[in-house]
Structure formats: structure tokens, C-alpha cells
């Protein structure tokens, strides 16, 4: 199979709602995913394959785990909380570290002996200077790229130097080039997001429905409005002259459309797995929910 069918794949797989069955849940492909709990919340966090998607895709398609958070601290724009999720198991190790080490200090104390009230003493700073380390946010610079170059297999990146030389001689200017990679990133994230939103939509509303029909009037007035904005986004890079802020801001406009239209499937998807997981669910909330959609058109039509 292409490395863009796994691609695609691994992002429908990230994006796709979690299923719950008895207090567990399944990715799209039915894979357990094991619960993350870190001081201040417990979630379950989708992990992406690192040899799939590039650093920029996993900051946008799962900003958080703990892949996006490693590729945060090897940018320097990562805190305490990225430090904490992968390392997540390390509060309640010391927390029970630092109790049994109390718990011999105290007959120690009490018993007067000084040698091993010493050692007792390193025992409890070693944790401490480890806690240093792993908190230095600068120690993280360099390191998640080192290991993603090691990683990566020579067929792959054959397919990036090749796919970049045709890039080099398309006709454009080279400085609005850069918008071609985010436009096609967002094409893949739009097209995965609206696999899953049709397959919803069939599934609560088995054709032939009215309502069926409906909601995939919606879809399909979306992915227009979309392509039309990618498609536009697209002839402005490759067809202008010079590179002017009035050029650029055009594109950015584009490509904020983009974004606004798939954070709006999005919703979609959210509505409708609240409205499937209710079975009971009647047909004044599905007339709402269709109200809701309805609205949703209107607004997109303004980008």
C-alpha cells in the first residue's frame, strides 16, 4: 500500500470519535486505548505513528499527545504540562518513593545513626537533581529530531527529496510555496473528516430518509465551498506575479476558510455521535440538530 493510503488512514484514525464499551475505549479500528492520568485530569489520548505524519501534522491532528508534546519541547514552545504528560507515570513513582523513604527515615532519625542518616540524606536529593533535568526545557532542543532522522526509512526519504525537485520546478513563486504543503495537509485532514461524517450520517439516518438527504446536502455544499477555496488558494500561488501582502493575506484568507469549514465538520461529527450514542433520541432533537446544520450552511456560504 502507498505511504499516503497509510497516511490517510492513520489520520481518519486520529480524527475519528473513540467508542466506548464497558468503561473501555476503542479507536476507529477497534484498538484498546489505555487511559492517561496525570494531576490534574484523566483522558484518553490517541498516540499518531511518528514515521507517518510530520512534526507540523502532529501538532494539528493531535496536539495532545504525547508525540505533539515531545515535538513542543524540541521547539522550545513546550511547559511544565508537556514535560508532565510524558512523563506521566513520574508523581505517583516519587510520591511513593518519597513515602517509604520517610517511613525508614523516621526509625533512622530516632535510632541516632549518623552514617545512614547520610545516605538516607543522597537518597532523598538524587530524585531531585533527575527532577532538574527533565524540567529543563532547553535539554529537550535537538533531541525528538535526532531520533525521527534515525527512524526514517531511505525509501521515504527518497520520496521527499523527489517530491520537493518537482515542487522546485512548478511555476509560482518560490516564497508562496510554502502555503502548498499546509493546503495539501488540509486537503488529507478535510477528506478523512468528511469520510467519517457521511459514514454518521448513514448510520443515523439509513437512506432513504429525508433527513438523510439533508444532512448529506449539507456535506456536499461543504466539500464545494472547500475545494473552491483550495482550488483559489492554489492559483494565486502558482499565477502570481510578485509576492505582495496583498497576495499573502488573500491566501491566509483562503486557507482560514479551510480551516473554518473543517472545525465545522467537526461539530458536525461531535453532534451526531451525541445523537447516535442516545438511542432514545427523538425527533425533536434530530429536527434541532438538523435546524443547527442548516445554520451551519448559511455561515459557511460567507467564506
Known amino acids: 500500500m502507498p505511504i499516503e493510503n497509510y497516511k490517510t488512514r492513520e489520520i481518519k484514525r486520529l480524527t475519528t470519535p473513540l467508542t466506548f464499551k464497558d468503561s473501555h475505549a476503542y479507536d476507529s479500528e477497534g484498538n484498546l486505548i489505555e487511559c492517561t492520568e496525570t494531576i490534574s485530569d484523566v483522558r484518553y489520548i490517541l498516540e499518531p505513528d511518528v514515521s507517518l505524519l510530520r512534526?507540523?501534522?502532529?501538532?494539528?491532528?493531535?496536539?495532545?499527545?504525547?508525540?505533539?508534546?515531545?515535538?513542543?519541547?524540541?521547539?522550545?514552545?513546550?511547559?511544565?504540562?508537556?514535560?508532565?504528560?510524558?512523563?506521566?507515570?513520574?508523581?505517583?513513582?516519587?510520591?511513593?518513593?518519597?513515602?517509604?523513604?520517610?517511613?525508614?527515615?523516621?526509625?533512622?532519625?530516632?535510632?541516632?545513626?549518623?552514617?545512614?542518616?547520610?545516605?538516607?540524606?543522597?537518597?532523598?536529593?538524587?530524585?531531585?537533581?533527575?527532577?532538574?533535568?527533565?524540567?529543563?526545557?532547553?535539554?529537550?532542543?535537538?533531541?525528538?529530531?535526532?531520533?525521527?532522522?534515525?527512524?526514517?526509512?531511505?525509501?521515504?526519504?527518497?520520496?521527499?527529496?523527489?517530491?520537493?525537485?518537482?515542487?522546485?520546478?512548478?511555476?509560482?513563486?518560490?516564497?508562496?510555496?510554502?502555503?502548498?504543503?499546509?493546503?495539501?495537509?488540509?486537503?488529507?485532514?478535510?477528506?478523512?473528516?468528511?469520510?467519517?461524517?457521511?459514514?454518521?450520517i448513514t448510520k443515523r439516518f439509513a437512506p432513504p430518509q429525508i433527513t438523510y438527504d439533508k444532512f448529506i446536502s449539507i456535506v456536499d455544499n461543504a466539500h464545494k465551498l472547500f475545494y473552491r477555496q483550495a482550488d483559489s488558494a492554489l492559483s494565486i500561488i502558482n499565477l502570481a506575479a510578485e509576492d505582495t501582502p496583498r497576495v499573502q493575506e488573500e491566501i491566509k484568507n483562503k486557507i482560514d476558510s479551510m480551516h473554518t469549514i473543517i472545525d465545522q465538520i467537526e461539530s458536525l461529527t461531535n453532534e451526531l455521535v451525541i445523537n447516535i450514542s442516545n438511542e432514545d433520541a427523538s425527533s425533536e432533537e434530530v429536527k434541532n440538530?438538523?435546524?443547527?446544520?442548516?445554520?451551519?450552511?448559511?455561515?459557511?456560504?460567507?467564506?
Open 55 to 200: 512534526d507540523d501534522e502532529i501538532l494539528k491532528i493531535a496536539p495532545k499527545s504525547k508525540a505533539a508534546s515531545k515535538v513542543r519541547l524540541q521547539r522550545g514552545i513546550g511547559n511544565s504540562s508537556d514535560v508532565l504528560l510524558i512523563h506521566e507515570s513520574l508523581p505517583w513513582i516519587l510520591g511513593l518513593y518519597y513515602v517509604t523513604l520517610l517511613c525508614i527515615s523516621f526509625p533512622v532519625a530516632y535510632s541516632g545513626n549518623r552514617s545512614v542518616m547520610l545516605v538516607l540524606l543522597i537518597f532523598y536529593v538524587v530524585p531531585l537533581i533527575y527532577l532538574y533535568r527533565i524540567f529543563n526545557l532547553n535539554s529537550y532542543a535537538g533531541k525528538v529530531d535526532k531520533k525521527q532522522k534515525t527512524t526514517e526509512t531511505p525509501s521515504e526519504s527518497e520520496t521527499v527529496e523527489n517530491h520537493e525537485e518537482v515542487k522546485d520546478n512548478d511555476s509560482g513563486l518560490e516564497s508562496l510555496k510554502k502555503y502548498e504543503k499546509e493546503i495539501d495537509n488540509l486537503k488529507i485532514l478535510f477528506d478523512v473528516k468528511e469520510e467519517v461524517v457521511r459514514d454518521l
Open 289 to 303: 440538530l438538523l435546524d443547527e446544520m442548516e445554520n451551519l450552511k448559511d455561515s459557511v456560504k460567507k467564506y
